[in-house]
């Protein structure tokens, strides 16, 4: 499903893209989003790293792939054949990130998106979208990559 295709008629909704990583729903501003490819479609560019997942060229870019499923510590729950790429234009850069699956776009209002109210929650997680029994773990995508950038300088310091 297209980003736009969303009905407009839902007044103050954002709309976000949901995925699958690891067991569990996830969203993300679907304005970010460029453009969804199978990991198998891409031509990869050099070799895989254990985060970033190697590099590769689509559309005359050059980008980094991302691997969530090692970055957020999960197993991946399918062969590299069946999982989706989602190509970001964040506020950086050009990236594609590596996921199980993508599954639509949905329209949360603000009454629909509770936030994480726990001790020591990163800031990335925007909060927790209900919706028909769904719920996704609403995810800040530029906030994740630049907290994610800051951890490996530091390692590299």
């Given amino acids: 499903m297209h980003p736009d295709a969303v009905d407009p008629a839902v007044p103050g909704a954002r709309k976000f893209l949901s995925f699958g990583l690891g067991g569990l729903e996830y969203g993300l501003d ?65 990236m594609g990130m590596v ?6 776009v949905v329209a949360l209002e603000a009454g629909q998106i509770s936030p994480i109210a726990q001790r020591g929650v990163p800031d990335y997680l925007m909060g927790l979208g209900q919706l028909e029994g ?13 907290v994610r950038r800051a951890e490996g300088a530091r390692r590299a310091a």
């Fill in 134 to 146: 769904r719920r996704l773990i609403l995810v800040d995508i530029d906030m994740l990559m630049s």
């Fill in 30 to 94: 679907a304005d970010r989003v460029r453009e969804l490819r199978p990991l198998t479609a891409l031509e990869r560019v050099s070799n895989e790293g254990q985060i970033v997942h190697g590099v590769a060229l689509a559309r005359g870019v050059i980008m980094p792939l991302v691997d969530m499923r090692v970055a957020l510590g999960t197993r991946p729950s399918a062969p590299d054949r069946l999982t989706d790429v989602i190509i970001l234009q964040l506020s950086s850069c050009v």
């Fill in 99 to 104: 996921v199980d699956s993508v599954s639509d």
